[in-house]
């Protein structure tokens, strides 16, 4: 079934994306370390097999906004490399709006757009506009809808000043938001996005924030994520997929994935002498990480009064720092099961 405005998922029972037991080995290279191992390997280089992705499922609705996360190296870039066809599976299937991207079919392309972080749509040497009016005819798009499109979508981004400047006198910030506008000329129905707020200064990531769960909202557009930054991804996915090791970690709902993790306060306590620590933490209270006269602990929210009670009789506390766990701390418990 179908709602109005919301893309169907093809034939893949309503899914837009769905990826079964999707395997990726690269080929990498090793080089022995010296200059004999660089003289060798203009000859000759050992080469091993590694598994990006390791029998990793996946399914996307129709309207959602997904969020993928993981560690380095987990497997993200690879899944939204073989979702948008840049990639070919080794072994298994991905079926993007029925297609099965790798065979790069026009009717496929023209459904989806890419935003990766280091590769950009927009050439360097002019502006976004000239970009845009190749977009144009390379799409065949309408001339009245397609200028009726820059200027909304330029207007929501904040970029209409810069759409004649070359990319290259343009900031990170503008260049980012120029780019989100290219990809989304065609309207597609699919937008797969790598970091989209990397490096970005807090106006210019509330903005590019905002502007997509408005392009979700509005438009029905499926999106999918990828973002070290939680923020990002509270803010704006309906569910999170974790990668952990090219498999699926946890797949689930962001206030699920808080609620599970949130209780716990990270805690840097910092003795001017070495503390004497106790043999039996306090209820609710671990440590995570000692390094000189700092211990850094994890507590739950309710013990951390009780135990910042407990750390003065340690020793003379001369620092503390209180916050919540970082993005890579609560993918490791949720991981762990914890
Ligand atoms: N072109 C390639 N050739 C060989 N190995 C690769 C290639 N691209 C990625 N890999 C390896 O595959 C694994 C997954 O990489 P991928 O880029 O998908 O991870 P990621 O989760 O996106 O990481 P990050 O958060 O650092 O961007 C890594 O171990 C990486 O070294």
């Not at 807090?202 to 029905?220: G, I, M, P």
């Not at 750390?311 to 418990?333: C, S």
Request: charged content about 30%; glycine content about 10%.
């Amino acid at each position: 079934m179908s709602t109005k405005g919301v893309p169907t998922g093809g034939s893949d029972g309503g899914g837009v994306i769905v990826a079964q037991q999707l395997i990726k080995d690269y080929r990498r290279s090793r080089q022995r370390p010296g200059l004999l191992g660089a003289l060798r390997g203009l000859v000759s280089r050992d080469v091993e097999e590694h598994r990006a992705l390791d029998r990793l499922d996946l399914r996307v609705e129709p309207g959602e906004f997904v969020g993928l996360l993981g560690r380095n190296g987990a497997g993200k870039t690879t899944t939204i490399k073989l979702c948008c066809g840049l990639l070919r599976p080794s072994a298994g299937e991905v079926r993007v709006l029925g297609h099965q991207p790798w065979r790069r079919e026009f009717a496929f392309l023209r459904r989806i757009a890419v935003v990766l972080g280091n590769k950009a749509m927009l050439w360097w040497d002019v502006s976004p506009m000239d970009s845009y009016l190749v977009h144009r005819a390379m799409y065949d798009l309408d001339h009245d809808d397609f200028a009726r499109r820059v200027a909304g979508l330029a207007e929501l981004l904040d970029v209409t000043t810069v759409l004649d400047v070359p990319v290259r006198q343009l900031s990170l910030g503008q260049r980012m938001k120029c780019e989100l506008l290219a990809a989304l000329l065609h309207r597609p129905e699919v937008l797969f996005l790598d970091e989209p707020t990397i490096g970005l200064d807090v106006v210019s990531t509330a903005a590019v924030r905002e502007f997509l769960a408005e392009v979700n909202r509005r438009d029905r557009t499926t999106i999918v994520l990828t973002s070290h930054d939680m923020d990002d991804v509270e803010q704006l996915c309906d569910r999170v997929l974790l990668v952990d090791d090219g498999r699926l970690g946890y797949d689930g709902t962001v206030a699920d994935l808080v609620a599970r993790t949130s209780p716990d306060k990270e805690l840097r306590l910092t003795f001017r002498h070495p503390p004497q620590l106790p043999a039996v933490w306090p209820r609710g209270t671990r440590m995570v990480g000692r390094e000189g006269t700092s211990v850094e602990l994890r507590a739950e929210r309710d013990a951390v009064p009780a135990l910042l009670g407990a750390a003065a009789g340690w020793g003379e506390l001369v620092d503390l720092d209180v916050g919540d766990a970082d993005l890579d701390q609560v993918m490791r418990d949720v991981l762990a099961g914890r």
